[in-house]
């Protein structure tokens, strides 16, 4: 098999827009959702598995897209929070374990694994994982016992929120796709 630039490209080239696809809408959608507040009344839903990681309750939509959906979206979803080291490294290993369940819980259920054993398995192992990480100390990450996060942004107008979303977002493709 030879190598190919113009294939290589093409591939990188659909890859880069599958990204750019993904996380700019997802993105802007998350900042919405704060701007406007939808997100704090929806994600009481989450609270208990949300505490139980010792995360904020605004991760909770960062949570339930990577579980359901896959990791670029939680990335999305996760990057206007303005998360700390510990609590970056608590999402990423639960999902980690348990992200895109219904698709890996397919694949999986042709290998002759039951589906319910399949999520519950995933599930389960991710909240032990993220809950040990939760026992770690702060030291770890790099974080002193007097850290104090900084506050998400706001803004005075929608337009002014979108610009700036739209910046981020397009940042934070980038990263990714580099």
């Given at each position: 098999?030879?190598?190919?630039?113009?294939?290589?490209?093409?591939?990188a080239?659909?890859?880069?827009w599958?990204?750019?696809?993904?996380?700019?809408?997802?993105?802007i959608?998350?900042d919405i959702?704060?701007?406007?507040g939808?997100l704090g009344?929806v994600?009481?839903?989450?609270?208990p598995?949300?505490?139980?990681?010792d995360?904020?309750?605004?991760?909770?939509?960062?949570i339930v897209?990577g579980?359901?959906l896959?990791l670029y979206?939680a990335?999305a979803f996760?990057?206007?929070?303005?998360l700390?080291a510990?609590?970056w490294?608590i999402?990423?290993l639960?999902?980690g374990i348990?992200?895109?369940l219904?698709?890996?819980?397919?694949?999986?259920?042709?290998l002759?694994?039951?589906?319910?054993?399949?999520?519950a398995l995933r599930f389960l192992?991710?909240?032990?994982?993220?809950?040990?990480?939760?026992?770690?100390?702060?030291?770890?990450f790099?974080?002193?016992?007097?850290?104090?996060?900084e506050?998400?942004p706001?803004?005075?107008?929608?337009?002014?929120m979108?610009?700036?979303?739209?910046q981020?977002?397009?940042?934070l493709s980038?990263?990714?796709?580099?």
């Amino acid at each position: 098999m030879k190598f190919s630039l113009k294939a290589a490209l093409t591939r990188a080239g659909y890859s880069a827009w599958v990204v750019l696809k993904l996380i700019i809408p997802i993105y802007i959608l998350a900042d919405i959702l704060f701007f406007y507040g939808i997100l704090g009344k929806v994600s009481f839903l989450f609270a208990p598995l949300t505490q139980f990681l010792d995360l904020p309750v605004e991760s909770a939509l960062a949570i339930v897209s990577g579980m359901f959906l896959n990791l670029y979206a939680a990335i999305a979803f996760a990057a206007p929070l303005g998360l700390d080291a510990r609590e970056w490294t608590i999402l990423a290993l639960f999902l980690g374990i348990c992200h895109a369940l219904l698709v890996e819980t397919a694949i999986m259920y042709r290998l002759q694994i039951p589906r319910t054993f399949s999520m519950a398995l995933r599930f389960l192992v991710g909240l032990f994982v993220g809950w040990l990480t939760t026992l770690l100390p702060h030291s770890w990450f790099g974080i002193s016992t007097d850290f104090v996060p900084e506050p998400l942004p706001s803004y005075e107008n929608l337009s002014t929120m979108l610009w700036n979303s739209l910046q981020n977002a397009s940042i934070l493709s980038i990263e990714i796709i580099i």
